[in-house]
């Protein structure tokens, strides 16, 4: 992989808590456990072991960082701000906090890479 764009905003996905019990065997196979934390600018949220997030809680995540990378706020689809949301895996087990930050880039399709 050759990354030759330096994306306009990092995200960082953080476990905050569990609905079905105070743990996660037998109810995710991910094995998240409260305070585990991913990070990823444009690919998929991996851990600082390398291991890559949930795909299911992947699929639940890709619009709502879209959004983001569209200008848009998190508030107007019950974030807690601008930049903040906290989602429940599709299993309805783990609790996430998605978080942006905003690195001062220029947007992928306004700042004319291509001409």
């Given at each position: 992989m050759k990354k030759w764009y330096a994306e306009?905003?990092?995200f960082t996905i953080e476990v905050v808590g569990?609905?079905?019990s105070d743990h996660t065997e037998r109810y995710?196979?991910?094995g998240e456990e409260i305070g585990d934390q991913y990070t990823c600018t444009y690919g998929c949220p991996v851990n600082a072991d390398g291991q890559g997030i949930c795909?299911?809680?992947?699929m639940m995540l890709y619009p709502i960082m879209e959004a983001i990378r569209s200008g848009g706020d998190l508030e107007n689809?019950?974030?807690d701000g601008r930049y903040t949301k906290n989602i429940v895996c599709p299993?309805?087990?783990v609790m996430f906090r998605l978080t942006a930050k905003k690195l001062g880039n220029e947007n992928f399709y306004k700042g004319?890479?291509?001409d």
């Open positions: 306009e905003y990092e569990f609905l079905r995710c196979r991910n795909s299911k809680t992947m689809i019950g974030g299993d309805g087990c004319k890479f291509f």
